[in-house]
């Protein structure tokens, strides 16, 4: 193969591009929030531009809309924790009194040496956390820039989504422009998917943990399955930390062994409707990826990036499966490597 | 009032686009509805007069479509020398056989002047397979229709040397 200055070039520059990105990585979350956004909204805008709508008037019409519903739910959302919280203040004597005797049964059961570190130590936490509050509200400032810049940068991504498309089809040589489709298209049908789809599974599980806690009674059973909903966002998270969050609110709220059990049943039917009908449904149409690669990627973004690079891991392990995929064969095919066959039937079937 | 609301909310683009798509044979088979369905799989680029579009022997997976220009069809002759095959005008389409077979090009393509093309991506046409079928299987129809005439309009006008090559690969 030989290497002229004209492959090199994209070469250079895509490795100059790649660096960048990695120095500057610390700041592309709302950028990537954002271009989720946009994926998960363009379906949207696509049913009305096909009806022969323009793309702004729609774009701006649907974001009306859904900053409407997501402040009215965050104003519902806001007042029903502020009722629970009140509702917590209130029972808080009674849940540390069934805590208390909870603790008090695990006593036999549990290594004595680490039930006393527990004992010792637990009574320092409460006044831990409050004197972390202060800086845990500041360490709050850049989720609301991201809360506020994804929408106003989404908004860009998918107004002019199309034009940066095509823009970059028409700024590539001629040669080149039928592997970069093939390369956009598959990049934008599979991430799209799995945006979408990791979405949905994750509003899904939420509300599957909610009817779970809501029927066996558990206490703060939407606040934890909006947490559960969320972290789902990560393979595999989601219904553990259910159990973390439920199960401790279980021990206070009925102070016994049962009451764990039950949360852990919840939590274990919820991970087998997500394995077993959500993602057969909703997934269907990603990228597949094996559990021990989605398990080396989420390990490698969180070696890599710390929690942010756990999150996006998938996504990004999808891309480079991607890229591969759409890489590979045009290299094989390029260089003549492999010929793609012709219809074996050609030889056998007459023209007639 | 409805005719500032139709001027904001319609776009002017769609029925210009909708009305030269309509004359392309190849969209023959699809309802005046369904026709933004097809814009969303269609990408536009522009060459500049003597780019090619794409070489003899390059692997191609896409269909263009003539929106203006002219666009020069030729292929290597055993001498080492191109021949002229045709001449595109707006309207035509080409690239047809890379877009079902994703085998090499058969000939090279390159603008003699401006040149607009809409191109339709194998990834899209499977996506509107998919999604819309009656479209998919319209364009599928006709693009069959076009190799089966090709393929007659060949046995016609050669039989025997045809026949012959059917028996040498049967010996095979």
């Given at each position: 193969m030989n290497l002229s200055g004209r492959t090199l070039f994209p070469l250079v520059v895509l490795v100059a591009v790649s660096y960048f990105l990695f120095r500057?990585?610390?700041i592309l979350l709302p950028f990537i929030l954002a271009g989720a956004l946009a994926y998960f909204v363009?379906?949207?805008?696509?049913?009305?531009e096909v009806r022969g709508l323009r793309r702004e008037p729609v774009v701006i019409l649907l974001y009306i809309l859904f900053v409407g519903t997501f402040a009215y739910l965050f104003y519902k959302l806001a007042w029903v924790a502020a009722f629970e919280a009140q509702?917590?203040?209130?029972?808080?004597?009674?849940?540390?009194?069934?805590?208390?005797?909870?603790l008090a049964r695990l006593r036999g059961h549990v290594n004595s040496a680490c039930f006393n570190y527990v004992a010792e130590h637990g009574k320092a936490w409460p006044q831990a956390i409050l004197s972390r509050m202060p800086s845990f509200a500041l360490g709050m400032f850049p989720v609301l820039e991201v809360v506020f810049l994804v929408p106003f940068i989404g908004f860009f991504f998918v107004r002019e989504g199309p034009h940066w498309r095509d823009a970059i089809v028409s700024w590539v040589p001629s040669r080149y422009v039928e592997m970069l489709l093939n390369l956009l298209f598959e990049l934008d049908n599979s991430l799209g998917r799995y945006v979408r789809g990791i979405l949905l599974e994750a509003f899904c599980v939420g509300c599957i943990a909610l009817f779970g806690f809501w029927a066996i009674g558990l206490g703060y059973s939407l606040q934890i399955a909006v947490v559960v909903g969320i972290a789902n966002v990560i393979p595999y998270v989601g219904p553990f930390v259910g159990f973390l969050l439920g199960g401790g609110v279980a021990l206070f709220q009925w102070g016994s062994i049962f009451g764990l059990a039950k949360v852990l049943a919840v939590c274990v039917a919820v991970r087998f409707i997500e394995d077993w009908f959500i993602q057969p449904t909703v997934m269907q149409k990603a990228v597949h990826l094996h559990p021990v690669l989605i398990v080396l990627a989420l390990m490698s973004g969180t070696e890599l990036f710390g929690f942010w690079g756990l999150l996006f891991a998938v996504p990004v392990a999808c891309m480079i499966k991607v890229l591969l995929e759409v890489f590979w064969p045009w290299y094989r095919s390029q260089y003549g490597f492999i010929s793609p066959a012709p219809l074996p039937e050609i030889n056998r079937i007459p023209l007639v | 009032?409805?005719?500032?609301?139709?001027?904001?909310?319609?776009?002017?683009?769609?029925?210009?686009?909708?009305?030269?798509?309509?004359?392309?044979?190849?969209?023959?088979?699809?309802?005046?509805?369904e026709f933004g369905h097809l814009f969303q799989a269609l990408m536009s680029r522009a060459?500049?007069?003597?780019?090619?579009?794409?070489?003899?022997?390059?692997?191609?997976?896409a269909l263009f479509i003539l929106v203006s220009g002219h666009?020069?069809?030729?292929?290597?002759?055993?001498?080492g020398d191109t021949a002229r095959i045709a001449v595109l005008n707006p309207g035509d389409y080409f690239g047809e056989m890379s877009l079902l077979d994703e085998r090499p090009r058969t000939a090279t393509a390159a603008a003699t002047e401006p040149v607009q093309?809409?191109?339709?991506?194998?990834?899209?046409?499977?996506?509107?397979v998919k999604d819309v079928p009656h479209i998919g299987a319209a364009i599928m129809t006709h693009l069959a229709m076009l190799l089966a005439a090709r393929l007659?309009?060949?046995?016609?006008?050669?039989?025997l040397s045809l026949a012959s090559t059917v028996k040498a690969r049967k010996a095979i």
């Amino acid at each position: 193969m030989n290497l002229s200055g004209r492959t090199l070039f994209p070469l250079v520059v895509l490795v100059a591009v790649s660096y960048f990105l990695f120095r500057i990585h610390e700041i592309l979350l709302p950028f990537i929030l954002a271009g989720a956004l946009a994926y998960f909204v363009s379906p949207l805008v696509r049913f009305f531009e096909v009806r022969g709508l323009r793309r702004e008037p729609v774009v701006i019409l649907l974001y009306i809309l859904f900053v409407g519903t997501f402040a009215y739910l965050f104003y519902k959302l806001a007042w029903v924790a502020a009722f629970e919280a009140q509702d917590a203040a209130r029972n808080m004597p009674v849940y540390i009194q069934e805590g208390g005797k909870a603790l008090a049964r695990l006593r036999g059961h549990v290594n004595s040496a680490c039930f006393n570190y527990v004992a010792e130590h637990g009574k320092a936490w409460p006044q831990a956390i409050l004197s972390r509050m202060p800086s845990f509200a500041l360490g709050m400032f850049p989720v609301l820039e991201v809360v506020f810049l994804v929408p106003f940068i989404g908004f860009f991504f998918v107004r002019e989504g199309p034009h940066w498309r095509d823009a970059i089809v028409s700024w590539v040589p001629s040669r080149y422009v039928e592997m970069l489709l093939n390369l956009l298209f598959e990049l934008d049908n599979s991430l799209g998917r799995y945006v979408r789809g990791i979405l949905l599974e994750a509003f899904c599980v939420g509300c599957i943990a909610l009817f779970g806690f809501w029927a066996i009674g558990l206490g703060y059973s939407l606040q934890i399955a909006v947490v559960v909903g969320i972290a789902n966002v990560i393979p595999y998270v989601g219904p553990f930390v259910g159990f973390l969050l439920g199960g401790g609110v279980a021990l206070f709220q009925w102070g016994s062994i049962f009451g764990l059990a039950k949360v852990l049943a919840v939590c274990v039917a919820v991970r087998f409707i997500e394995d077993w009908f959500i993602q057969p449904t909703v997934m269907q149409k990603a990228v597949h990826l094996h559990p021990v690669l989605i398990v080396l990627a989420l390990m490698s973004g969180t070696e890599l990036f710390g929690f942010w690079g756990l999150l996006f891991a998938v996504p990004v392990a999808c891309m480079i499966k991607v890229l591969l995929e759409v890489f590979w064969p045009w290299y094989r095919s390029q260089y003549g490597f492999i010929s793609p066959a012709p219809l074996p039937e050609i030889n056998r079937i007459p023209l007639v | 009032m409805i005719r500032w609301l139709k001027n904001i909310l319609l776009d002017p683009d769609f029925n210009r686009k909708r009305k030269f798509l309509q004359r392309v044979s190849l969209f023959q088979g699809i309802s005046r509805r369904e026709f933004g369905h097809l814009f969303q799989a269609l990408m536009s680029r522009a060459y500049a007069p003597g780019e090619i579009l794409f070489h003899e022997g390059d692997v191609g997976r896409a269909l263009f479509i003539l929106v203006s220009g002219h666009v020069e069809i030729t292929r290597a002759t055993a001498k080492g020398d191109t021949a002229r095959i045709a001449v595109l005008n707006p309207g035509d389409y080409f690239g047809e056989m890379s877009l079902l077979d994703e085998r090499p090009r058969t000939a090279t393509a390159a603008a003699t002047e401006p040149v607009q093309v809409y191109l339709l991506y194998k990834t899209e046409l499977e996506k509107l397979v998919k999604d819309v079928p009656h479209i998919g299987a319209a364009i599928m129809t006709h693009l069959a229709m076009l190799l089966a005439a090709r393929l007659r309009a060949m046995t016609e006008t050669a039989p025997l040397s045809l026949a012959s090559t059917v028996k040498a690969r049967k010996a095979i």
